[in-house]
């Protein structure tokens, strides 16, 4: 089963930290959006694998948008 | 002389009845509510409350059938336990739905117990813990089916009809929100006027994959909706912790229970008895010198909240409350020196602290549960502004957040705030009422202003900017010479903020402001009725 990783803001993808194939930890930072002039990290909810990364570093985004999936 | 003459047969009788009434919905119907993993309604309520003090009132009420000689044949309890019990030793009423008689619904339910439920609690002043499975004593279209038995409430005795719908109970279940603490435990699927009482309260948990909460569920939704849900997609704690509904989402029925008697540990009884404190376990004048480093100098950088929230708070004493929702303000219990306060504070994860329509939402839900139970406040404030961006301003940020402002403003009770990192704008101005006595304090991490120079520039020097040969130079230079100003020292030479202080001291500052308005917490009473 994969578990979605979500985005908490509105923003836009600034750095993309995690490649398809990494092992990830609660907590690790997958990603780093920007939002409100700020960097805002984006972490791991569920230990696992990332599966997939939906997004790509410059786009937009929506709060709950889909940005990885870990498995 | 004769012998006196017994009442030993009718209390033999009363005996036999509360056994009936203790077999709930049968054997079968129980062995299946605990197959789906679940306990049943007694069991609950044993596991609640403090061993063996339940009172239980309206035990034998219910649906009986009698022969021509007058000798009960058949016994079904109405699908509602109430009664009187203790938790931590202090008396709460607990009012069970049981779901093995007829799934909760109101064809099996006799309302008035519901209704005698909710005015013992407001009467006696006794917080309530509703434990809800199914509809709550809902509407069944069975009640207009004249080949269903449809019980002694077939329309309440009044043969087969349809009705103009009133929520039972509602007068005291609304009014209850302005008299006695009210915590709802969803414990299975909760459904119409169960969902209603499951958010008309103070505080409501559910459990992942055990209990959901919809308008009606997906057997309505999927023939008449357009769409095809499962129960876990259109109602699981994951949606509603995340939408504001529910407030705490938990693993397990023990886990419920012990978020119920943990919230209920901060709260007076009833509104007009003030919050208890306990023997405080840490020692107020500790400091924390791991605070003088938790704020990065780059503005750009978040960190982490919470744990500044547990270096201030009573050791272990912080309680969150309502985590998946508007996240940029984290908001709970906690305690300072034994005191019950509430608390919350920015979280610069979550648009650097910004507040969103959801933020506000909750803003306002937890001042007036403060406001209500009068429990002093503590703001740790990092807040840039309302949310910018047509996401917001379509979600009506401006009014749900000018809600939010109005409840800070008529909100009575002591208040002191910290002032972390950002205070900015509108949504910023409103970290109190400014035109109270300010019992604040703020860190030399602390950044102020109507907007912040980020952004604000290109606003405030369009035209500079649009004539100029090199723009992004200009932007510089007019950005460098702004941020030399932008300094807390010249706030605080100014006498705009009040004091500027050691970030590691913040906890025996804290402790003293708990002790120093404990005594004033009972000046006002609530300025405005507590909605849900």
Known sequence: MSNPVESPVVGTVWKIEKAVGDTVEIGDVVMILESMKMEIPVEADDDGTIESLSVSEGDSVSEGDTLATIA | ?532
């Open chain 2, 1 to 532: 002389m004769s012998e006196p003459e017994s009442w030993e047969p009718e209390l033999e009788e009363l005996s036999r009845r509360e056994a009936l009434a203790e077999e709930m919905g049968g054997t079968e119907k129980v062995s299946r509510q605990h197959g789906r993993g679940k306990l049943d309604v007694r069991q609950r309520i044993e596991k609640l409350i403090d061993a063996g003090s339940f009172h239980e009132i309206g035990k034998t009420a219910g649906t009986a059938t009698y022969d021509e000689h007058g000798e009960l044949i058949t016994f079904s309890p109405a699908n509602f336990v109430f009664g009187r019990a203790t938790i931590d030793s202090r008396p709460v009423v607990i009012a069970g739905d049981d779901f093995t008689v007829r799934g909760g619904a109101a064809d099996a339910s006799i309302v008035e117990k519901q209704i005698a439920a909710e005015a013992m609690a407001g009467e006696l002043g006794l917080p309530i813990v509703r434990l809800l499975d199914g509809t709550g004593g809902g509407g069944s279209v069975k009640t207009l089916d004249p080949e269903h038995d449809a019980g002694p409430n077939g329309g309440y005795g009044r043969g087969l009809r349809t009705y103009v719908p009133a929520n039972p109970a509602w007068d005291h279940v609304v009014a209850n929100l302005s008299r006695v603490p009210v915590v709802s435990l969803c414990l299975g699927p909760v459904a119409g006027l169960g969902a209603a009482r499951a958010v008309t309260s103070h505080f409501s948990v559910m459990i992942e994959g055990l209990s959901q909460l919809f308008v009606a569920g997906p057997v309505v939704v999927n023939r008449l909706g357009g769409e095809q849900v499962t129960k876990e997609s259109l109602g699981g704690s994951r949606v509603h912790t995340r939408n504001g509904a529910i407030d705490v989402e938990v693993k397990s029925e023990d886990e419920a229970f012990a978020a119920a008697r943990r919230f209920l540990s901060y709260l007076p009884s009833r509104v007009g008895e003030l919050p208890p404190r306990i023997e405080p376990a840490d020692d107020p004048e500790r400091t924390a010198p791991e605070l003088r480093v938790a704020i990065p100098r780059d503005r750009r950088k978040v960190y982490k909240m919470r744990p500044i929230i547990e270096s201030v708070v009573d050791e272990g004493s912080f309680f969150e409350m309502g985590r998946f929702h508007g996240r940029s303000l984290i908001t709970g219990l906690a305690r300072l020196d034994g005191w019950p306060v509430a608390l919350m504070a920015g979280d610069s994860y979550h648009y650097g602290g910004g507040w969103t329509t959801a933020t506000a939402q909750k803003a306002t839900r937890f001042v007036d549960l403060a406001e209500t139970f009068r429990l002093p406040v503590v703001h740790l404030v990092d807040n840039p502004g309302f949310v910018i961006g047509s996401d917001n301003e379509a979600a009506a940020a401006i009014r749900h957040g000018s809600h939010a402002l109005a409840a800070i403003y008529q909100s009575t009770i002591p208040w002191c705030s910290v002032l972390v990192r950002k205070v900015f704008g509108v949504a910023g101005a409103g970290h109190s009422n400014a035109h109270r006595w300010q019992h604040r304090y703020a860190w030399p991490s602390g950044d102020w202003g109507s907007l912040p120079v980020e952004g604000g520039v290109e606003a405030a020097y369009t035209r500079e900017l649009e004539a100029s040969d090199d723009p992004d130079a200009l932007l510089e230079e007019i950005t460098d010479r702004l941020n030399q100003v932008r300094n807390p020292f010249r706030t605080a030479d100014a006498f705009l903020v009040e004091e500027i202080v050691d970030p590691a001291r913040t906890r025996p500052l804290l402790c003293e402001f708990a002790n120093l308005v404990a005594p004033l917490r009972d000046r006002d009473t609530a300025s405005s009725p507590y909605r849900p």
